[in-house]
C-alpha cells in the first residue's frame, strides 16, 4: 500500500511513523494517555482502514483516521495535542509547499502531477517548465487572487476551480478558431504579415503555424472546420491546371481536355494528400509552450460549404483526413499506433446518412476510422438543429458548446467565440451533506449554486480589462477578433457573444443516494431531471442579471474525478454505492459498471444533453469492432436519429516487447495500486506500451491516475 505526501510523491505505507507520532504526543504531557499496546492497535486499525480504501491515501487522511481513533479511546487531551502538534507543523509546510512541489516533480518523483494530464509527458523539460509556472500560479491564485472561501470549497472538493494554474495570467479556456477569416483577410504570426495562400498546401502549412500560435495564448482546446480549407483547393486547382497547359504547349503534344482534367484531378489529389499529412504530423509534433500538443478539434460538415463545388472539394479533404487518421501515425518503433490529436468531429447528415446517399462512403470510411482510432467522433445535424435554434456548428476542444449569438445584421455567428472559463459542482457532496432530507437537499443546492456564481465571477473578472496585446493572433489578428492595438477584450466577454460554464460532475451518485436507485430507473430518472433543470434555471437567472453567457456543462472531470472522491471520503466516509469508488462519475453519465445495451444508453442520455446547453457528449463502450463495420454503421445511424453528440470507445493498444496489438490489461500491483500489463508476455513497463483509451470525450495517451484508472477497469461493454 502507497501514501501520498504533502509535496506529491508515494512511498510505502509505514504504521511505524504513526506509532511514533503517537507516542511523541502521548509522552509530551504530564502523564501518558494511552499504553504502548492501545498505541499499536489505533495504527493497525488505521492501516486496516486506508486498505479497504483500495488506493494510495495522503498523508491528511492518515492523520485525520489517527484523530478519530486517539477520540474513541477517550484520550482527549492527547487528541488535543496531536491536533496542535499537527497545526505546528503545518505553519512550517506553508511556506515552502510550493518550492517542494516543484522539486518533486523536476526530479519526477511527484505523482499527482505526473498523472494530473493524460496527454502530457512530465518528464519532458517543457512540461516540467509549465507545471512549475503553473505551481507558482496556483500558489498566488490561492493566496492572492481568489477569496478564501473558494479557495477552501476547492480544497474541500465541494466545487473544483478548473485550471488554477493558469488564472494568475489573463487566458481564457476554448474557441472556435475563425481560420476562415484569417486564410481569407491574411494574419500577422510573430510579427510577420502572413497573406491570403495560394494554394491547398501552403493553407494547410499556415493552418499549423495559426494552431501552435492560439494553443500557446490560451489553456482549453480549439476547434477548426475543414469547410475553411475547402475554397483552397479550387485555387490548387486552377494553378495546376494553368501549368499543366503550359507543359502540353511547352512539349508540343495534342491532347484532349479530358486528359488535361485527368491530370490536374490527378495531381490535386497528390497535394491534398501533402496538405492534410502537414496538418496531422505537424499538429502531432508540435510543442506548445504548455509542454503538449495543441489540443485541436476538427470539424467535418459537409453542409457548410457555400455551394455543390466547395462540397465535392470538400469531401476529398475529409476523405483524405479519414484515410490519414485509419492509417495512424508510426511509433519510435516504426509500428503504427492511434494518436492523441487533432480530435476528429463528423457530421451526420442527409447527404451521408443513408445507403443511396451522395456521400454514404464518408461515412463508411469514418466507421472503419473509429473502429481502429477511435475517432471520429458524431455530431448528428439533424438533433443539433433541433436543439441549437436551427444551427450545427463545431463543440469547443471536447464537448463545450456556444450558445446561439446573432450579430448586428442578424445573422448567426460561431467562428470566433470562446468560453471564458469553467467551475464544477459536485453534486454528490450536496447529497451527501443534505443526509437524504430533499428540503435540505435544495436549500444546500441553492448556498453551492451561489458559491458557484462567485466563482465563475472571479473567472469572468479576471478577463476583464485584458489588453488585446496580451495575445495578439486571438484578438488582433483575427482567431477571435480584429480588435485595436490598446483595446481592451471586455465587449466579447457580454451580450453572450461568448460564454461561460457552471460544471457539473456525479449526477448518477447524487440521484442513487437521495432516491436509492440509478438515474437510470424510470422512478430515479425525474428527480436527475429536476436537477439538471434547477441548475439551467440559475444559469438564466444570472444571465439575465450580468448580461454574461452562462450554461451548464457537463465537465470533463479527468483528473477531478479522483479528487472528488477522496474528498467525499474524506468528509463521509465509504457509504456504499456512492463514495466506495476512487472516482465519481462524469457529468449526467450511466454509471460505467451498470449494465445498459448501447442503443438503450445513448436514448436515455440524450434527454439529459438536451438540458446540457453548455456542452456536453455521451459514449457507448464496444469490444473490437473492426469485423463487425455493418454493426458499428448502425451505431451511427442511430445516432443521427436520437442524439446530438456520441462516440464509441474502442481499445487502441501495442506491446513494444513483444509486439502484440490487442488491448493493455488493467491489474492490480505492488501495494493495490493498479498498473497496465500486455496479457501476452506480461510487460508492466508504460514505457514500454502504447494506450489509447477515451477519458474525458477526449483520448488519452500518457496513463491516469488511479481514480480514473479504475473507472477504466469497471467501464462495461454496450454492445
Not at 473558494?150 to 495570467?169: K, S, T
Not at 451518485?509 to 425525474?526: F, N, Q, V, W
Not at 454509471?591 to 434527454?607: R, Y
Request: aromatic fraction near 10%; proline fraction near 2%; charged fraction near 25%.
Amino acid at each position: 500500500m502507497k501514501i501520498i505526501k504533502r509535496n506529491g510523491s508515494e512511498e510505502a505505507f509505514d504504521s511505524k511513523k504513526i506509532i511514533a507520532a503517537i507516542t511523541k504526543a502521548n509522552q509530551s504531557g504530564e502523564k501518558k494517555a494511552l499504553s504502548d499496546e492501545q498505541i499499536i492497535d489505533i495504527a493497525d486499525y488505521v492501516e486496516f482502514k486506508c486498505n479497504r480504501l483500495q488506493r494510495a491515501v495522503s498523508v491528511e487522511e492518515v492523520q485525520d483516521m489517527v484523530e478519530d481513533q486517539i477520540m474513541a479511546t477517550g484520550a482527549f487531551d492527547l487528541a488535543r495535542r496531536y491536533v496542535r502538534y499537527r497545526y505546528q507543523r503545518s505553519l512550517v509546510r506553508k511556506a515552502n509547499t510550493t518550492d517542494n512541489r516543484i522539486l518533486t516533480l523536476i526530479e519526477c518523483n511527484n505523482e499527482e502531477i505526473k498523472q494530473e494530464n493524460s496527454n502530457k509527458n512530465p518528464t519532458v523539460n517543457s512540461v516540467q517548465r509549465d507545471y512549475m509556472a503553473g505551481e507558482v500560479s496556483k500558489d498566488i491564485t490561492r493566496r492572492l487572487l481568489l477569496p478564501e472561501k473558494i479557495v477552501e470549497a476547492d480544497n474541500l472538493g465541494i466545487i473544483h476551480f478548473h485550471d488554477a494554474d493558469y488564472f494568475a495570467q489573463h487566458m481564457h479556456n476554448c474557441d472556435l478558431v475563425n481560420l476562415d477569416d484569417m486564410l481569407q483577410n491574411g494574419t500577422v504570426i510573430s510579427d510577420t504579415l502572413i497573406e491570403k495562400p495560394h494554394s491547398f498546401s501552403t493553407a494547410c502549412n499556415i493552418a499549423t503555424q495559426i494552431i501552435a500560435q492560439v494553443a500557446s495564448n490560451q489553456y482549453g482546446g480549439q476547434s477548426i472546420s475543414l469547410t475553411h480549407l475547402a475554397p483552397f483547393v479550387q485555387i490548387s486547382r486552377e494553378k495546376i491546371h494553368k501549368e499543366v497547359l503550359e507543359e502540353v504547349e511547352m512539349l508540343g503534344c495534342i491532347t484532349t481536355d479530358e486528359c488535361i482534367e485527368e491530370i490536374v484531378e490527378k495531381r490535386l489529389r497528390k497535394e491534398i494528400t501533402k496538405g492534410v499529412q502537414t496538418i496531422q504530423y505537424q499538429v502531432i509534433t508540435l510543442m506548445t509552450t504548455n509542454g503538449q500538443a495543441p489540443f485541436l478539434t476538427i470539424f467535418m460538415y459537409l453542409n457548410e460549404a457555400k455551394d455543390e463545388r466547395e462540397k465535392k472539394d470538400l469531401a476529398m479533404i475529409i476523405e483524405e483526413t479519414l484515410k490519414q487518421r485509419h492509417q495512424g501515425v508510426k511509433n519510435e518503433a516504426g509500428v503504427w499506433i492511434t494518436p492523441a490529436f487533432p480530435k476528429l468531429i463528423y457530421v451526420l447528415e442527409e447527404d451521408n446518412i443513408s445507403e443511396d446517399s451522395n456521400y454514404y462512403y464518408l461515412t463508411e470510411l469514418a466507421a472503419k476510422c473509429t473502429a481502429k482510432r477511435l475517432v471520429p467522433d458524431y455530431i448528428s445535424e439533424k438533433k443539433m438543429k433541433e436543439l441549437k435554434e436551427g444551427n450545427c456548428f463545431p463543440v469547443m476542444g471536447c464537448r463545450s458548446a456556444l450558445s446561439p449569438w446573432k450579430d448586428e445584421n442578424g445573422d448567426y455567428k460561431f467562428y470566433g467565440r470562446f468560453n471564458q472559463g469553467v467551475v464544477t459542482l459536485n453534486l454528490v457532496d450536496i447529497a451527501l451533506s443534505s443526509g437524504g432530507d430533499m428540503q435540505k437537499f435544495w436549500e444546500i443546492f441553492d448556498d453551492r449554486l451561489e458559491l458557484c456564481y462567485e466563482a465563475l465571477m472571479c473567472r469572468h473578472n479576471r478577463l476583464k480589462g485584458t489588453l488585446s496585446d496580451a495575445a495578439p493572433i486571438l484578438w488582433q489578428y483575427g482567431a477571435l477578433a480584429r480588435l485595436k492595438k490598446g483595446e481592451t477584450i471586455d465587449s466579447l466577454l457580454y451580450g453572450g457573444y461568448s460564454t461561460i460554464s457552471l460544471g457539473y460532475a456525479g449526477l448518477y451518485e447524487c440521484t442513487k443516494y437521495m432516491t436509492g436507485k440509478s438515474h437510470t430507473d424510470p422512478e430515479a430518472t425525474s428527480f436527475a431531471l429536476d436537477v439538471m433543470k434547477y441548475m439551467n434555471i440559475a444559469c438564466d437567472k444570472w444571465k439575465e442579471e450580468t448580461d454574461i453567457g452562462f450554461s451548464i456543462y457537463g465537465s470533463p472531470i479527468e483528473s477531478t474525478t479522483y479528487k472528488f472522491a477522496k474528498c467525499l471520503q474524506k468528509r463521509f466516509g465509504i457509504v456504499k454505492g456512492i463514495t466506495d469508488k476512487s472516482y465519481i462519475t462524469n457529468s449526467y453519465h450511466v454509471h460505467v459498471s451498470e449494465e445498459i445495451d448501447a442503443f438503450t444508453k445513448l436514448q436515455f442520455e440524450s434527454q439529459f444533453q438536451a438540458l446540457s446547453q453548455g456542452g456536453a457528449v455521451s459514449y457507448v463502450e464496444v469490444p473490437n469492432m473492426q469485423d463487425n463495420i455493418p454493426a458499428v454503421l448502425q451505431l451511427i445511424k442511430f445516432i443521427y436519429n436520437n442524439i446530438m453528440y456520441a462516440e464509441l470507445n474502442t481499445k487502441s493498444d501495442y506491446c513494444q516487447d513483444c509486439g502484440y496489438d490487442g488491448e493493455m490489461q488493467i491489474v492490480t500491483g505492488d501495494g493495490s495500486k493498479l498498473i497496465w500489463e500486455c496479457p501476452k508476455c506480461g510487460n508492466q513497463n508504460q514505457d514500454r506500451m502504447n494506450v489509447a483509451r477515451r477519458t474525458c470525450g477526449y483520448i488519452g495517451t500518457q496513463y491516469w491516475n488511479q481514480g480514473r484508472t479504475q473507472e477504466i477497469k469497471e467501464r462495461v461493454l454496450h454492445l
